[in-house]
């Protein structure tokens, strides 16, 4: 289970022994990537694990093995929100992802064929238990402290609530306990995208000529207005054109920011993972599997740090308040920072300055 090995300069967690899952199915085995950042003290107590968003890798900041600025390049570093002067930071790559972990487009054990649309169902409590792996593989037993934003921020929550006895602090960043109809609403009119695209052929494009491209990029455009604010729009954007033409292109300047979103992912994220891991976030709950979401939540024992923006229309500030008042119920010692951020759901991405002190101040309390 330990064997690790550094492939393309990230590491990697291969697990021989099978996984099962939520919802039945197992995988005979599996691989997690991750990369990290500063160093693990003697007794192992400085770590803190970092989940993604959906679309991330596990590429969080550069290092000399990877130069390339990561997803999160001003929150790691020597005084930096994830210090790494004080803690060892890991970033993992979901299982069911395709920077390196396990998901539909790796291939079978033994066989040369592609998981494809035949990937097993995953859940949010899955990916956690697939993380935790990786962490006991490295000989700690504990985490300093767990935390993501968005479905990071899902994942978090879960792995807190899987393993009460193994975190010692909790920051969830724009998320919510449980996933509400208008953030299932829009993703599944994502989904609907790929599937009624012709190119997707079913989920098994791997090895054709024609790839879901066009749809992805659509799906992510779609997501991209989730992810942003109408301040924002308006501040950046207003009514501005790319020229005077007349066209059903990409006119105004905001359509060409979409446009050019959209065609960026579609070339780097897989279909069917992107499939999996938003069916996986429709489907969160912290009170999945328990007799209700109360049970849920009353396994979080850790402290736990609760942030919202005021303008994230994906996941609204309301339902951060609602898991911070859940956990406060619960006698959780618990923080809620609602924080005046511009640029909605995405602002943990690009208002970096507005999260880093708090996660600082609440890893060192």
């Not at 930071?89 to 054990?109: D, E, K, M, Q, Y």
């Not at 729009?233 to 501005?240: C, I, L, N, P, V």
Request: glycine content about 10%; charged content about 20%; overall charge negative.
């Amino acid at each position: 289970m330990d064997a690790e090995r550094q492939v393309a300069n990230t590491l990697v967690f291969n697990d021989p022994n099978p996984l099962p899952l939520v919802m039945g199915d197992q995988l005979s085995e599996f691989t997690l990537a991750y990369e990290t950042w500063g160093e693990l003290n003697k007794d192992r107590s400085n770590a803190v694990l970092l989940f993604t968003g959906l679309s991330a890798s596990s590429h969080a900041r550069s290092h000399p093995g990877n130069t390339a600025p990561g997803w999160w390049e001003g929150m790691i570093g020597s005084g930096s929100g994830l210090d790494t002067d004080r803690w060892f930071v890991i970033c993992v790559n979901h299982l069911g992802g395709c920077f390196g972990s396990t998901g539909p487009s790796s291939l079978r054990p033994n066989s040369n064929r592609r998981y494809g649309p035949d990937f097993p169902p995953l859940t949010i409590r899955d990916l956690a238990h697939a993380a935790n792996r990786m962490i006991r593989s490295l000989g700690i037993d504990r985490l300093h402290g767990v935390l993501g934003a968005s479905q990071g921020g899902m994942l978090s929550l879960e792995y807190a609530a899987c393993f009460p006895d193994q975190v010692d602090r909790l920051i969830s960043i724009s998320a919510t306990g449980r996933t509400g109809p208008q953030s299932i609403a829009y993703r599944y009119v994502q989904r609907q995208v790929i599937l009624n695209d012709p190119a997707y052929q079913g989920g098994w494009y791997y090895d054709t000529d024609q790839k879901p491209v066009g749809s992805m990029a659509v799906a992510r455009q779609i997501g991209n207005i989730t992810y942003r604010s109408r301040q924002e729009w308006e501040d950046r954007f207003g009514r501005g054109r790319t020229g005077s033409g007349y066209s059903y292109g990409p006119d105004f300047q905001v359509e060409s920011y979409l446009h050019h979103m959209g065609h960026k992912l579609a070339h780097q994220f897989d279909a069917n993972s992107f499939l999996l891991l938003t069916k996986a976030m429709d489907l969160f709950s912290l009170g999945y599997g328990f007799n209700s979401y109360r049970e849920g939540v009353a396994r979080i024992k850790s402290p736990s740090l609760i942030m919202g923006v005021g303008t994230d229309m994906l996941f609204p500030v309301d339902e951060q308040e609602a898991v911070y008042l859940a956990l406060k119920n619960e006698g959780n010692d618990t923080q809620f920072r609602q924080l005046n951020a511009n640029s909605g759901h995405d602002s943990f991405l690009v208002e970096v300055e507005y999260f880093g002190t708090a996660i600082q101040d609440f890893l060192r309390r």
